[in-house]
């Protein structure tokens, strides 16, 4: 089956400029969830949504960070303004939830976002 | 959510078996026990998952204390192909049928040919 899908693969911008990247989640994965990871540091989330819906956005900076998932399929994450401290990889992963509580999530393999 | 600890780097040698310790002393009856890698430049990828009982699959073993506090992922023949970060995680609960993945800093195996 096809992967996680992630777009643009790298991006570098200027600090307060704004950015945005995709992900398509694997086919009928109605999980989908973003991550932050630092150079050195573990992915940190920063949100899950459940279909079009958000489960979890407590370690999201609201003030700059928004997030979508219009029709339950693919999602967006936007930066605006960008600051210098959010120069990390971001990934998108997904999960079929269909089949039971444990099963794996998937990871797209990022977008690295550099902030100058 | 309950916190991991693990060694920040361990060294194995190619057909070696490597054996990854994880100690999480505050885990709770419910949370299960996952383990993903990240090979560089790559997204994680799941190796597996336990709750009390040992558990084997295709890429690994996990090997499960009796009181639950610590656990250990058993690589049976290091390839050069499994120099990675392995992170170990206690799932978390997020409601209805989710979870989310906590990581920590993770271990990373260095493997010599």
């Known amino acids: 089956e096809a992967g996680v899908a992630q777009s643009p693969r790298y991006k570098i911008i200027e600090k307060r400029q704004s950015v945005a990247f995709w992900c398509n989640p694997i086919?009928?994965?109605?999980?989908l969830y973003w991550y932050q990871q630092i150079l050195g540091q573990g992915p940190k989330l920063l949100i899950q949504?459940?279909?079009?819906?958000?489960?979890?956005d407590s370690q999201l900076p609201k003030d700059r960070f928004s997030a979508e998932r219009l029709k339950g399929v693919d999602s967006t994450l936007k930066i605006q303004p960008a600051k210098l401290e959010d120069s990390a990889v971001y990934l998108c992963?997904?999960?079929?939830?269909?089949?039971?509580?444990?099963?794996?999530?998937?990871f797209g393999q990022g977008t690295r976002l550099t902030v100058v | 959510d309950a916190k991991t600890t693990q060694p920040n780097s361990m060294e194995s040698n190619e057909e070696e078996p490597v054996h990854l310790p994880c100690n999480h002393s505050?885990?709770?009856?419910?949370?299960?026990i996952h383990w993903y890698r990240q090979l560089p430049s790559q997204g994680p990828e799941y190796v597996i998952h336990?709750?009390?009982s040992n558990v084997n699959n295709r890429m690994a073993s996990l090997a499960i204390a009796e009181d639950r506090k610590s656990s250990t992922l058993i690589l049976h023949r290091a390839t050069l192909r499994d120099a990675a970060v392995y992170y170990c995680?206690?799932?978390?609960?997020?409601?209805?049928?989710?979870?989310?993945?906590?990581f920590g800093k993770g271990t990373l195996l260095t493997v010599n040919p």
């Open positions: 992963a997904s999960r079929n939830t269909g089949q039971g509580l444990n099963t794996e999530a998937f």
């Open positions: 086919s009928g994965h109605a999980t």
């Open positions: 949504f459940q279909n079009n819906g958000v489960v979890d």
């Open positions: 505050t885990i709770s009856g419910t949370d299960y």
């Open positions: 336990g709750l009390t």
């Open positions: 995680i206690l799932r978390g609960y997020s409601g209805g049928s989710n979870y989310k993945l906590t």
